[in-house]
């Protein structure tokens, strides 16, 4: 739908309690809390300490409950999820430390990744009139967020749904380098400074600026091409920080939807780092702490030297989904009429140590129960049980599944056009390795297991030499391991930290992967109906968006001519096929088209 540049950013602007001058978000100066700080005591100074909890990458978690096994949580160190969970640890930090003086934000990531946050922007919308309140929204009002970064994945069901779920929080949703594409003013409240009260001086003012990732702009260009733009965390926070100190900002808190790293992903398709929190804490002066997000790595505590000032600035990621509660913990002192970080650390709190906050869990139980009859919808049967718990080494049915399901519909969609008469091939990644159709009934849960993400069909014009140098990208995944030397499951895959869902099997060729070779000269064999591929012969790909928008930064295919594309999600349409059908039957579909071979001799 159209963007109306007003509600564009005056939505903003309301949403997280700020004036609006000329067109831009300016944040105001939040209000304290109203009650009196009870800080520590020093001889001969005035002191005070404060603690800033965090938390990232919650992706729809609210209660300790896993939709696509419709069961409680659990995976091999015992972990537990969810907000429910967040809010037991965080009333205990509160009456611990007093009310007053915490704070409690977040990095990002928050309204996608479970059915539960995809039933309410897809099924049963909070964008509809009179719509339902996000159960996110209504959750982190709840327990009392004091704000939140935008995440990446926060733009995947488009701006509308983004914008009606800051209007329902009660926190800003903070982005200060999310950017009106023709404005270039911040799209969103770019920071907020809260006032917590101390019992003697004046009150300790804490800013919090939000950054969220610029891989945006690839990940999401369907959503956010020629109306947001996102620079470089660096670079924006050196603009903001000086600014938030002259404000008065006594201390100075990032939170950064951005690893540690200093790695992107995609390459050099866009200008700036995807992992970029050290390199914030490194290079720009006067941040205290970064709250750091979308890695989904644990790290407690972490210190970074500034550059220029040669301060240590302290930076945390709690583990995703609720696992973990990041403590920041702040010693001020008074000196020379302003208040100073004598001292900060940081820990993290495992949540599988308490329970569920029952308040929260009674606050949304109707909204679990409808989500869970909706995932246990039986949409058809399957002759046999179907498992990727093998599909990151071999070429399984449950990946071809999904494969089939995609080249159909590009098939049927480009049937009696230009490009009808080219042969369609498919990529496919094992999202997880727990995914599986059951023989007998199958239903929604089923599916959205197979395929958690929101990714859309598509369809690119290649050549045979690119598929040859997409194939060998992807093969880059497995570790060389010599002929003769035995091959561990376990160790086999992610090399180079490559993750699951940037290696593809391509169905609709034959193909050997030689895992004793290095990388770059790995694929064998490769062949189209029992002859080798011809490096100018032409295929049409069915691609997801996320691949086709550069993400995983593979060869070509970015460039590539698109020729079709759905908004339907590859999800939808695996239930939709599965639902015509009635059934699937694995023996109409299923072909060993690749495998890994060393010197010719396959590995399994």
């Known amino acids: 739908m159209p963007l109306n540049r007003r509600a564009f950013l005056g939505t903003s602007a309301a949403g997280a309690g700020v004036a609006v001058v000329g067109g831009s978000a300016a944040p105001a100066v939040a209000g304290g809390r109203g009650e009196v700080a009870g800080g520590g005591h020093g001889r001969g100074s005035k002191r005070y300490s404060f603690t800033v909890m965090g938390t990232t990458d919650l992706h729809g978690n609210v209660f300790n409950w896993d939709y696509f096994t ?31 003086n915490t704070l409690l934000i977040d990095a990002g990531d928050t309204i ?42 926060e733009f995947n069901y488009g701006i509308p749904v983004l914008r009606k779920f800051e209007e329902q929080c009660d926190f800003p949703l903070l982005g200060a380098n999310a950017l009106d594409a023709k404005s270039l003013r911040p799209a969103f409240a770019p920071y907020v400074i809260k006032r917590l009260r101390t019992p003697q001086g004046r009150d300790v003012r804490v800013a919090v600026l939000g950054l969220t990732n610029p891989g945006v702009a690839i990940w999401d260009k369907a959503n956010v091409g020629g109306k947001m733009v996102f620079p470089g965390l660096e670079e924006q926070a050196a603009k903001f920080v000086p600014r938030l100190r ?35 804490a490194e290079q720009v002066p006067g941040i205290d702490a970064i709250l750091v997000g979308h890695a989904h790595l644990e790290i407690p505590e972490y210190f970074v030297e500034n550059r220029r000032t040669g301060r240590r600035v302290v930076l945390s990621e709690p583990l995703k989904w609720g696992q973990r509660l990041t403590l920041f913990d702040f010693d001020l002192v008074w000196e020379r009429g302003r208040w100073v970080v004598e001292r900060a650390g940081s820990r993290v709190l495992n949540s599988n140590t308490v ?26 049967g399957s002759t046999e049980a179907m498992s990727t718990a093998e599909a990151a080494w071999k070429d399984e049915p449950i990946i071809d599944l999904i494969n089939v399901v995609q080249t159909e519909t590009v098939r049927e969609a480009l049937a009696g056009g230009a490009y009808a008469s080219l042969p369609v091939l498919s990529q496919a990644s094992c999202f997880s390795r727990t995914a599986r159709i059951p023989a007998g009934d199958v ?5 959205a297991g197979l395929y958690p993400f929101e990714n859309t069909l598509e369809a690119r014009l290649m050549t045979g030499a690119q598929i040859r140098e997409y194939l060998e990208f ?41 895992i004793a070779k290095p990388s770059g000269s790995r694929i064998v064999n490769l062949s189209f109906e029992g002859k080798p591929v011809d490096p100018a012969a032409e295929f049409v790909l069915a691609v997801n968006n ?44 299923a072909s060993v088209d690749w495998r890994l071979t060393r010197d010719g001799v396959p590995v399994f």
């Open 70 to 100: 419709d069961a409680e949580f659990d995976d091999k160190d015992h972990n537990d999820v969810g907000l429910a969970k967040i809010s037991t640890l965080v009333e205990r930090v509160r009456r611990e430390r007093g009310r007053g």
């Open 112 to 153: 996608q990744g479970t059915q539960l946050s995809y039933y309410y922007a897809k099924v049963d919308p909070i964008t509809a009139r009179r719509g339902p309140v996000h159960p996110m929204a209504r959750a982190m009002n709840a327990i009392g967020y004091d704000a939140a970064a935008l995440g990446n994945h």
């Open 246 to 280: 002259s404000m008065g900002a006594d201390v100075v808190i990032v939170s950064a939807h951005s690893g540690t790293s200093g790695t992107s992903s995609y390459g050099d398709q866009v200008p700036y780092v995807e992992n970029a929190a050290a390199l914030v």
């Open 355 to 380: 329970d569920e906050d029952p308040k929260i869990t009674g606050l949304l139980a109707a909204e679990h129960r409808k989500v869970v009859a909706y995932v246990n919808q039986v949409i058809g």
């Open 443 to 447: 239903t929604i849960k089923d599916a």
């Open 474 to 514: 992807s093969a880059r995944y497995y570790v060389q391991t010599a002929a003769g030397a035995p091959v561990d499951t376990s160790r086999l895959t992610n090399a180079e930290g490559i993750p699951d869902y940037n290696y593809d099997a391509v169905s609709g060729l034959t193909y050997e992967i030689d």
């Open 546 to 589: 996320y691949r086709a928008s550069g993400g995983g930064n593979f060869p070509h295919v970015a460039g590539a001519k698109q020729v079709w594309a759905n908004s339907e999600e590859i999800r939808n349409t695996i239930i939709a096929w599965v639902r015509a059908k009635g059934s699937v039957d694995a023996a109409l579909f």
